[in-house]
């Protein structure tokens, strides 16, 4: 069964510095990997997402996420937060091998 | 392109009333899917479809709750009769057939608060 982790509900940063959201994963095949943004009354957005080639992978409003197969993690990170950065965000997966299938979203982690 | 359109986005109504909340996905999107959003169980996937048929609706709660999707520019979610525990925000989300990591894209949400 496909599964994600969010093991933060809350992370709190100051501003300028730099900010990491968790999360980990369990398919039984390779994963495709998604983050999004939820603003408040507002519906998700999708930043980034992990297919394949690179570990390192690079999204909007200069959020990036690392691939880690060993550690089946993918935290997404900012060197630089920014008080806009307050959001609700979700680290989602499908495996690569249920074609068709839904997006699977951890719980959220909520960035202040 | 408009994106996913959701109507209506707000709706009130009493326990027992019939509620239908309205998605019209992305032109040219195959697969669409109904999320609910609340506090306390986060969000939760209702069901989806792949090409107007629907493919997984494990995650509806109950019998009150039916979806449809007649052709590919339209579906809804009915609840029948509807209960104070319905009240939540309600996603539709589409995208290309999620066969090569794509993305799905969310509808603004319909927040349904039933008295």
């Known amino acids: 069964a496909q599964s994600v982790a969010q093991p933060e509900d809350q992370v709190n940063v100051a501003e300028g510095n730099p900010l990491t959201v968790k999360c980990t994963y369990s398919v039984s095949g390779n994963p495709y990997l998604f983050w999004y943004v939820q603003y408040p009354n507002r519906g998700l957005q999708f930043l980034l997402k992990y297919i394949t080639g690179d570990n390192l992978v690079k999204g909007s409003y200069g959020f990036e996420a690392e691939f880690n197969k060993s550690q089946t993690s993918f935290h997404l990170k900012k060197p630089s937060a920014l008080v806009s950065d307050s959001a609700l965000y979700f680290c989602?997966?499908?495996?690569?091998?249920?074609?068709?299938?839904?997006?699977?979203f951890g719980k959220g982690t909520t960035l202040s | 392109d408009a994106g996913v359109i959701q109507s209506p986005r707000h709706e009130v109504t009493e326990m027992g009333q019939e509620v239908t909340l309205r998605c019209k996905p992305i032109?040219?999107?195959?697969?669409l899917f109904w999320y609910r959003q609340t506090m306390m169980r986060g969000l939760e996937l209702l069901i989806y479809f792949n090409n107007n048929v629907p493919i997984d609706d494990s995650g509806m709660p109950e019998d009150r709750f039916s979806a449809k999707m007649p052709n590919a520019s339209f579906s809804t979610l009915k609840i029948q009769p509807s209960e104070p525990r319905d009240s939540a925000v309600y996603f539709c989300?589409?995208?290309?057939?999620?066969?090569?990591?794509?993305?799905?894209?969310f509808g603004p949400g319909t927040r349904l608060t039933v008295l």
């Open positions: 989300a589409s995208s290309p057939f999620p066969s090569t990591g794509n993305e799905q894209f």
């Open positions: 989602a997966v499908r495996d690569r091998g249920q074609a068709g299938t839904a997006l699977i």
């Open positions: 032109s040219g999107h195959n697969s």
